[in-house]
């Protein structure tokens, strides 16, 4: 399964959004669910990232790997954890007075066995209506940092999102 949401963010450069999205130690900060995120290992252009996500009661560990293009996009997939087939992507791309920002969540078939598990309710709670809540909290975080006074959550930004 997965899921893409776009919008285009007026008055934003690529640069400044790639910039919140590459600074996973701040999730905490303002990323829905996410307790925790820390860099074992950052290459340069390869990081390495614990994190720690709870949704309801549950709450789940897992590694990804990241591997970016300053500041164009962001792609991370997990690498262990009960999340092995998680992946995310970000692609920023400039359009006229501003940036278009993709979010694109993906997930392997989950199998009826691990369903019924809490670790499969938790990725299925994960998928709902996710993709739009990461990016409403990231649009919100570059608004925080780039135009302090301006609000957040403009209804006049253009979105969509396709399931794929």
């Known amino acids: 399964m997965e899921r893409t949401v776009e919008k285009v963010l007026p008055g934003y450069t690529a640069e400044q959004l790639f910039a919140v999205a590459v600074d996973v130690e701040r999730y905490p900060t ?42 164009r996009s962001i792609d991370t997939w997990a690498v262990d954890g009960p999340v092995r087939d998680l992946r995310f992507a970000w692609r920023f791309q400039p359009v006229d007075g501003g940036c278009r920002a993709t979010f694109t969540i993906g997930l392997g078939v989950i199998g009826a066995g691990l369903g019924a598990l809490p670790a499969g309710r ?35 930004i253009p979105s969509s999102s396709v399931d794929k």
């Open 30 to 71: 303002f990323l829905p669910n996410c307790v925790a995120a820390r860099v074992l290992r950052d290459d340069g252009d390869r990081q390495l990232v614990d994190n720690l996500f709870r949704i309801g009661p549950f709450r789940t560990r897992f590694t990804t790997r990241t591997q970016f293009v300053p500041p």
């Open 122 to 156: 938790f990725v299925r709670r994960l998928m709902d209506d996710t993709e739009a809540r990461i990016l409403t909290a990231f649009q919100e975080r570059v608004a925080e940092l780039y135009s302090p006074g301006l609000g957040t959550g403009d209804s006049a």
